[in-house]
Each structure stands twice: as structure tokens, then as C-alpha cells.
């Protein structure tokens, strides 16, 4: 199976993806109008390259480079829309963007691989995706990361807004919540304008229709900024956040020229939502690998239970442990839980679906009803191992999520391409 690729000259400019994964954002992407020049997918530490090979089985134009992004960054074309989700690591400078050796943490550079593509090719647009725990890391410092990425960004002329979606909330079969992010060049949103922009303007807001949380906002309020951002990055790595025991950085929120505007929102959606039931294949269709052996059952129900047990650490320490509940099994009749990394396998475990059929057996989920749950086809991941199809789908986003931020952000392109052309 192929996706359908964009007709060439098809939407509003070209798309360099970063940490492509098997293609979820190229798929929300295409589905709304944008084209892809330009890709990268890398899993390090492993001679199988799994990600890499489903995505060149579905687009085979020779767009995919797979190699370690900082090796070809040079390689990256002229591009208008940059997107990409990356993982929440440490982001934070010891020294200046422009010694290698100042950046913390050897996993940050993966953030400073992105800064150096904007850097350098400066595109209009820019999408990211992270899991919303980089809104308030790390925990000492909460918020720093952020902060340095804002920063960053305004640095290179970009007018930043984000939001925290969970993408059951919009209608998706699934609650999965992540952190979009985008980034608009040469956008100056004016302080009289923030608030409208966070609610009723911006790509997110008409992408993902929000409403106020709470009616405090007076005129005064909307017009002074939550929080400044001061200092090199490097400044910002020292001083950010050590006196804050939450993060300010709220659910939703605009920053123009360093000056931030945050606040949290709540869903403005009354369409239909799917739920986990609706993704379920007929359970004849089902190998019986997927179904648990009642000899398991057991160890499934202690693992999902609640519990309070004392325990023995490796020093001899006595303490107890508590952990909640999660059903057993798996509601059908709303969204699924977050699909996470270890999702497959027949080994008893905390965090699978499960699910109850309608003989009384009970049974996990098939890589195939993984994919539904983020928006693939079917079969998207085919070709690999069924523990490797489960472990790409927990480090997928929902596709349709990114399908609704194109549409809009296509729509504000256009609308920016007509005022140009009329100045």
C-alpha cells in the first residue's frame, strides 16, 4: 500500500520533516494540501532501521535520508515548512549556541539540530510536536526548557503559539495528549492582539477551537504579558525557573518579540467522538496469539489492580508502595488510553489494551486496531515484527490532529500569499 503523494505543485509550499518516524506527519500533511521535499528518520543504536524502511515502502521518491540528523544538515534544501516531533530531552546551554561543547546533555542536541536548520534556511513555518511534559521540565527548574526553546525561536524572528491537545478531545479515538507547536516568521502578533490570536486567530485556534477557561482577562490583563523572557539562552539555562513550583507555561499560549502570553483553554468541539470500540476488527479476524491464556489472567488482574504492598528494597529499606487502578478490561465505549512503546508483546503488563470479546475471553490489541487508534491505514507498519509495529505506534502522533493544524496553517498561507501580492 502507498499513500497518495501530493500533486506536484500541490499546496502552499514544500515540507522538510525532521525525525519522520513511518510518516505521521507527512500523512496529516498530505492529507491537507502540503508536499514533502525533504526527510530524516534515525534510530540510533540498532542496525535495523525499521521506521526508515516502512516509511520508504510508502513513499519511494528517494525524499528520505536515513542518517543521523546532525551529519546532514547540511543536506537539508530550501524549504517553507519545517516540521517535526522530537523527543523532551535537555535542552538547556552551558556556554553560547555557537560552541558545540556549551550544550548540556548529549541527547539536546537533537533540539539544536532543529535550531540550526532554522537558523540557517530560515523557513515561513515551522510544526513541532513533543509529549506537554516539556511545558514544565525539568523539575527543578520548571519551565526552563521551554523557556530556552522560546527564546531561541524569537531570537530568529519567529512569532510562536502553542497548545496542548488531546486529541480524543477533537474526536479521536484515542487520549493522547502532546504539545503542538508553531511558528510563524516575520508575524508580529501586537500585544492589543495576543489573547485573540491565542483564541480566535491563530493556525491553532481555528484548527482546534478553544474557549477561555475562566473570564478574568480585562483589557488591561490582555494587553500586558504574562512573562518576558530575558538573557542569552545560555542566562536562561542558569536563572529560569528556580523559584517556581509549577511551570507558567499554561495549556495554551502566544509569544511575540519574547513577550508570552499563556493560558489555559478549554475545548470548543461538538462533533462526533469515536471511541475504542469503534476501531475494533471483527474478533474473528483475530490470531489467537492476541488472545491471553486464562492461565494468565492472574497476573494481568494483579498488574492493572490497585495496590499498597510493603517492600523490600536492595539495601534492606522497608517501604510501601501504592499505585491506582487502571480497568480491566479496556473500555470500549470511549477513547483509549495512550498507546505507549510497550504495547506489544504477550507478556502480562500494567500498560497493554486489553480488551473483552464477546465469548468472555479476553484479548489484546492487533498492530492493525494500533494504527486505527492514530489514524493510519491499515496495515501501515506492515513488514516488521508485530512487537515493533506496537512500539512505532507509541511513538506516532494522531495523524488527524496534524491534518487539522495543515488545513489551517495551508489557509493562513494563502490568506498571507494574497495580502503580499495586493501590497
Known amino acids: 500500500m502507498t499513500a497518495r503523494s501530493a500533486k506536484k505543485g500541490e499546496g502552499p509550499g514544500r515540507v522538510v520533516e525532521l525525525f519522520a518516524g513511518v510518516g505521521g506527519f507527512r500523512v496529516g500533511l498530505e492529507r491537507s494540501g502540503w508536499q514533502t521535499a525533504w526527510a530524516n528518520q534515525w534510530e540510533p543504536s540498532t542496525k535495523a532501521q525499521n521506521a526508515a524502511d516502512c516509511y520508504r515502502r510508502h513513499w519511494d ?11 546532514v544538515i547540511d543536506e537539508v534544501p530550501e524549504h517553507d515548512l519545517l516540521v ?13 549556541l555557537n560552541q558545540a561543547h556549551g550544550i548540556e546533555g548529549k541527547k539536546g542536541v537533537l533540539w539544536w539540530s532543529i535550531y540550526s536548520i532554522v537558523e540557517d534556511r530560515r523557513p515561513k513555518w515551522i510544526i513541532l510536536e513533543n509529549v506537554d511534559r516539556l511545558l514544565k521540565s ?21 512569532t510562536v503559539e502553542w497548545r496542548v491537545v488531546n486529541a480524543a478531545e477533537y474526536g479521536f479515538p484515542q487520549r493522547r495528549r502532546r504539545v503542538f507547536i508553531v511558528a510563524h516568521r516575520d508575524l508580529l502578533v501586537t500585544k492589543g492582539r495576543a489573547l485573540s490570536w491565542l483564541y ?9 477551537p478553544v474557549l477561555p477557561a475562566d473570564d478574568i482577562d480585562s483589557e488591561l490583563l490582555a494587553r500586558q504579558p504574562d512573562l518576558a523572557l530575558t538573557g542569552h539562552p545560555a542566562q536562561i539555562t542558569q536563572e529560569f525557573g528556580w523559584m517556581n513550583h509549577v511551570t507558567p507555561f499554561r495549556t495554551a499560549g502566544v509569544m511575540s518579540g519574547r513577550n508570552v502570553w499563556t493560558r489555559k483553554v478549554d475545548v470548543a468541539f461538538d462533533g462526533k467522538k469515536r471511541t475504542l470500540g469503534d476501531i475494533l476488527v471483527p474478533e474473528e479476524e483475530v490470531s489467537d496469539e492476541f488472545f491471553i491464556r486464562e492461565g494468565q489472567l492472574p497476573q494481568w488482574q494483579y498488574l492493572k489492580g490497585a495496590k499498597r504492598e510493603e517492600r523490600v528494597a536492595a539495601n534492606g529499606h522497608v517501604y510501601h508502595y501504592a499505585e491506582g487502578g487502571i480497568p480491566f478490561p479496556d473500555r470500549t465505549d470511549v477513547a483509549s488510553r495512550t498507546i505507549l512503546t510497550g504495547e506489544g508483546g504477550t507478556s502480562p503488563s500494567r500498560f497493554k489494551h486489553v480488551v473483552k470479546t ?3 475471553r479476553y484479548r489484546r490489541l492487533t498492530p492493525m486496531e494500533l494504527e486505527r487508534l492514530n489514524g493510519f491505514d491499515d496495515g501501515w507498519t506492515e513488514g516488521m515484527p508485530d512487537g515493533r509495529r506496537a512500539f512505532m505506534m507509541g ?3 494522531v495523524v488527524g490532529v496534524v491534518e487539522c493544524i495543515g488545513r489551517s496553517l495551508h489557509a493562513e498561507s494563502f490568506k498571507a500569499l494574497k495580502a503580499a501580492s495586493t501590497r
Open 200 to 208: 480566535d486567530e491563530g493556525v491553532l485556534a481555528k484548527a482546534l
Open 358 to 360: 464477546s465469548d468472555g
Open 61 to 71: 521518491d528517494g525524499t528520505l535520508v536515513n542518517a543521523d540528523i546532525a551529519t
Open 138 to 158: 525539568p523539575a527543578a527548574q520548571r519551565g526552563r526548557d521551554f523557556a530556552i526553546i522560546l527564546a531561541c525561536l524569537a531570537d530568529l524572528g519567529y
Open 395 to 397: 511513538n506516532a502522533l
Open 84 to 96: 517535526g516531533g522530537f523527543p523532551c530531552q535537555d535542552y538547556s546551554v552551558a556556554k553560547t
